[in-house]
């Protein structure tokens, strides 16, 4: 069986989008981040999208993947995106493209069988819906996250709910970022 790990960039004070900002500005990618975005890329054997974080995804890393002007770690990365298998959790997207199938229904025992069958990992990058049922089906095996070097104060907070971890792995980038890797333990107590 595989497993289901959760990517998100979040700010210092744990938002994912700032209050009336989703631009992503706040967020500090260079070289070394984009690269250790590619490293758990390279071993996922699928990813796992909202609607709305797919269709961010859609218009840039198709082009992105031939584009000489674009940097090297971002033509692998959309490499490894045209590959990679997606699935996208949404009630009203019908066009498909680029190795892609719906969920609309019956999303937890979907996600389970889609878990059942990766031989490695599934990868979820969000958005906050649905990475919220996720953690509420208890679905979520590991987080891979990217604290960035800012705060925003308010906004989108990724955890909306309480739950337990255990650290497996800290990483310091250069830039400011700092890479955490968390095994979930499930609910936590208080919950």
């Not at 979040?10 to 590619?38: C, K, P, R, T």
Request: proline share 4%; charged share 20%.
């Amino acid at each position: 069986m595989g497993r289901l790990i959760v990517s998100m960039n979040l700010s210092l004070d744990g938002y994912i989008e700032g209050h009336g900002q989703d631009d992503g500005s706040w967020v500090s990618i260079d070289d070394e981040v984009h690269g250790a975005f590619n490293e758990l890329a390279a071993g996922a054997d699928a990813f796992l999208y909202g609607r709305k974080v797919y269709e961010v995804m859609i218009p840039y890393w198709p082009d992105a993947a031939a584009d000489e002007g674009k940097p090297a770690y971002e033509r692998e990365y959309g490499r490894m995106w045209i590959a990679t298998p997606k699935v996208v959790v949404s009630k009203s997207l019908t066009e498909l493209s680029w190795h892609t199938r719906v969920v609309s229904s019956d999303v937890p025992a979907e996600i389970a069988r889609l878990k059942n069958s990766a031989e490695r990992y599934v990868l979820c990058y969000g958005g906050s819906q649905l990475v919220t049922a996720l953690q509420e089906y208890n679905l979520v095996d590991e987080y891979a996250l990217f604290i960035h070097p800012a705060a925003l104060g308010a906004g989108v907070p990724f955890f909306r709910q309480a739950i337990r971890v255990r650290c497996l792995n800290i990483r310091q980038f250069r830039q400011g970022a700092i890479g955490l890797r968390y095994a979930s333990i499930g609910p936590s107590a208080d919950a």
